[in-house]
Nanobody
Framework: QVQLVESGGGLVQAGGSLRLSCAASGRTFSIYNMGWFRQAPGKEREFVAVITGSVGSTYYADSVKGRFTISRDNAKNTVYLQMNSLKPEDTAVYFC?????????????????WGQGTQVTVSS
């Protein structure tokens, strides 16, 4: 069982930055793929970024590539999402997720554990 708690959301102006954190429970954090997803009002949840377990490879949605950076600190059982050059269309609830799937890392079904989410609002 893995419990995830996100933090770091808030209100920011367009062009600004935020860093989200996701703290995980459990002793085997390092083996989990850790993903960030987001859901805007009236829209489906969408993939943002993932960092794989063990190797630490990273993958991003095209919409955030070059602006967002995902990283992890296995000693602290924490994954981060640094968000720069934020746009109003980045406004959403951001969710952290953990899973062990070897494929489909952009898909929600690849993740067994989810946090409660943190709100990010970008004003124009």
């Amino acid at each position: 069982q893995v419990q995830l708690v996100e933090s770091g959301g808030g209100l920011v102006q367009a062009g600004g930055s935020l860093r989200l954190s996701c703290a995980a429970s459990g002793r085997t954090f390092s083996i989990y793929n850790m993903g960030w997803f987001r859901q805007a009002p009236g829209k489906e949840r969408e993939f943002v970024a993932v960092i794989t377990g063990s190797v630490g490879s990273t993958y991003y949605a095209d919409s955030v590539k070059g602006r967002f950076t995902i990283s992890r600190d296995n000693a602290k059982n924490t994954v981060y999402l640094q968000m720069n050059s934020l746009k109003p269309e980045d406004t959403a609830v951001y969710f952290c997720a953990a899973g062990l799937s070897r494929g489909s890392l952009h898909a929600s079904y690849a993740y067994a554990y989810w946090g409660q989410g943190t709100q990010v609002t970008v004003s124009s």
